[in-house]
């Protein structure tokens, strides 16, 4: 499991990567699905946007997460 910190890392995901995601506890996920989710990665937008899960509308902005300021806390990639 690698503890993706860095723009560059989470730029470099590909569709079908799957990742460990740790919601802050006032994120509706964590509300809704607990504390720690995992996730397919769907595709990321030109918006840098992770999409996770189109259907529920599952997401996270790759720059408020770097910032700190993001619903997720930490996110970790599964290594094939």
């Given at each position: ?8 890392e ?13 919601w ?8 809704q ?7 397919n ?5 030109r ?20 910032a ?13």
């Open positions: 499991m690698i503890r993706l910190t860095t723009k560059e989470l730029m470099n995901l590909k569709k079908g990567d799957i990742l460990l995601v740790q802050k506890r006032n994120a509706p996920e964590y509300k699905n607990g504390e720690i989710t995992h996730h990665v769907h595709r990321i937008t918006f840098n946007e992770v999409i996770l899960d189109e259907n529920q509308n599952t997401y996270f902005n790759i720059g408020l997460y770097i700190g300021t993001s619903f997720v806390k930490e996110v970790c990639l599964i290594e094939p």
